[in-house]
């Protein structure tokens, strides 16, 4: 670590697989304290236990980011335990895809509550501590689909073009605190959910991207882990897609 990069406590929702593990890692590679959450202790468990035992400082706890009130009793145990959270990362996602006639309430509602909502009930109930020391990092993980839209996910592209206007307008909000606002739009990354494209579709997307290949969870992480840095403590209000130049 760097003189300016004391050990610092992040939060990272989403943190049990894919892109929210990857984060996780890099955070802790870079000496942070990171707290896994994820709706199962199977998953996010064990990914706190491997950052522990490659030497990094981690510890995890299941949450459902969907259920405000979960989100409040376990802000308010991280708060009393550590005072503040210095680095929140919201990466917790879900899809229910489907056309807008075949598209149920429960589907919207879910994805709504799961991709955007709960960003609004983590920062709200964990910036204040960071506006008092007048030093804090939030990100949000987006994606492009809320940039560009996609037929099929109006759920989706809403909840991630929601996180971008919520970005936005938090990081006038928070500015003059000296607390950083900003969104990580992923492209295709090669994750769980991509693995179980056909042949057919993989072909399609790779045509849509100028570089030719999927991008890596650890793509997304290091993004992520600059703007969590001192480094990045101009920037903010931005969404930066990583994506392999699909967005321009």
Known sequence: MTEDSEMKVALVTGAGRGIGK???EALAKSGHHVICVS???ES???????????GGSAESLAVDVADRNAVQVASEQFLEQHGTIDILVNCAGITRDGLLFRMSDADWDDVIATNLSSCFAWIKHLARPMTRKRWGRIINISSVIGLMGNAGQANYAAAK???HGLTKSLAKEFAARNVTVNAVAPGFITTDMTAEL???QQTAILGMIPMKRMGLASDIASTTDFLASEG???????IFTVDG???M
């Open 22 to 24: 990857s984060i996780a």
């Open 39 to 41: 709706r199962s202790a």
């Open 44 to 54: 996010c468990g064990p990914v706190a236990e491997a950052i522990q035992a490659s």
């Open 161 to 163: 073009s929601g996180i």
């Open 198 to 200: 056909n042949e057919a």
């Open 232 to 238: 990045a403590g101009y920037i903010t209000g931005q």
């Open 245 to 247: 130049g699909m967005v």
